[in-house]
C-alpha cells in the first residue's frame, strides 16, 4: 500500500514562492507516475503537474505554466512542486498522487497540505 505524506503548505503573500514535498512509502516509488492537484475552497478538484517515472516529461495546467515547476528524486522517494510568483487564485489544498499501473490514472493520494496566498 502507497501512502503519499505533503508538507510544505502555509501563508505567503501575493508574488512568493513556496515549495511543496511529498513523500511516498510502501511502493516502488520509480515506477509510478506522479502529479500535483489542487482544490480551492467552493471548487472542485483540478490537476496542476504531472510527471513522468524518470522525471524527464512533464506537464501543466495552463494557469500555472511558466511559474510552477514539479520535479522529483527517486533517491529520496519524493516528488517536489516549486512555486514561484503565486496568486491569491492559486489558493487552495494541494495534493499528491500517485499512478502505480502507469497509465495516467492516479490510484493513490495523499492527505493534502493547505496553501493560501494573501494580496
Known amino acids: 500500500q502507497v501512502q503519499l505524506v505533503e508538507s510544505g503548505g502555509g501563508l505567503v503573500q501575493a508574488g512568493g514562492s513556496l515549495r511543496l514535498s511529498c513523500a511516498a512509502s510502501?511502493?516502488?516509488?520509480?515506477?509510478?507516475?506522479m502529479a500535483w492537484f489542487r482544490q480551492a475552497p467552493g471548487k472542485e478538484r483540478e490537476y496542476v503537474a504531472t510527471i513522468n517515472l524518470s522525471g524527464d516529461a512533464t506537464s501543466y495546467t495552463d494557469s500555472v505554466e511558466g511559474r510552477f515547476t514539479i520535479f522529483r528524486d527517486n533517491a529520496k522517494n519524493t516528488v517536489y512542486l516549486q512555486m514561484n510568483s503565486l496568486k491569491p487564485e492559486d489558493t487552495a489544498v494541494y495534493y499528491c498522487a500517485a499512478d502505480s499501473r502507469r497509465l495516467w490514472q492516479f490510484d493513490y493520494w495523499g492527505r493534502g497540505t493547505e496553501v493560501t496566498v494573501s494580496s
Open positions: 510502501g511502493g516502488t516509488f520509480s515506477r509510478y507516475n
